[in-house]
């Protein structure tokens, strides 16, 4: 790995990175469900819908949903029949996620602290490996999507849901406007912080464009890597296949 990775915009240390952005989510856990609809305008619930629907997960596969936080799509998952592995650093977040399940009436889910880098799971494991949202805040990227490889079956599917550039000129420039300017803000007023939000918008503006990152899931191993953009590329679904 680098010296120093991007955190937001600025550069520092790989240790930094995961130690900051840990404070982010362990700052941000008990409201980042009512944040994501906030910033979103629910947009966020369709995106995951279409990734759930993309991935395609059937009764009695194993599919790991990594980074998997409050639970999000690990729910829609379980509602198909997968048993789901849901996976995160950050103990605050799963921890919302078990009591969100547990009001749901949401059970057989597994919850598991599990640093994407390093998984404690053996190889060959999983039919499907998920990670939305999640990845740009990886401090080891190439390291994490290595691990997602190790841990699939052969025939197994890796999906990434992320943000990334769009390529609608007006929107692109509205959006950029309105992340930058009103999303801090808003985190400032529901969520009381302002500079984990900023992060968080930071982040987006830094993580590789998709042909960037195709690269790089082919870096890892992966085959048949494609990636399929929604609203111009605000946000894309990356896939490969271990073969
Ligand atoms: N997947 C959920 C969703 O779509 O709502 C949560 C996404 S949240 C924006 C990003 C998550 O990535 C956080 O819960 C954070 O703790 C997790 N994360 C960051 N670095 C990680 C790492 N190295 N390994 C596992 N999870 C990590």
Redo the contacts with the bound molecule.
Sequence with gaps: MEDTVSYGYEQVAPAEKTRR?GEV?SSVARRYDLM?DLMSGGLHRMWKDSFVAMVKPRPGERVLD?????G??AFRMAARGASVTV????AA?LEVGEQRAAKRGIDGLTWQV????VLSFDSAAFDAYTI???IR???DIPA?LKEARRVLKYGGRFFCLEFSTTDWPGFGRVYDAYSEKLVPQIGKYVAGDEASYRYLIESIRRFPTMPEFSKMIEAAGFARVSSRPILGGLVAIHSGWKI
């Design positions: 952005v989510f994501n990594m980074a998997g936080g409050t999000d799509i996976s995160d650093i950050n977040m599990e640093n994407a880098e939305a949202f999640g805040n990886v401090t994490a």
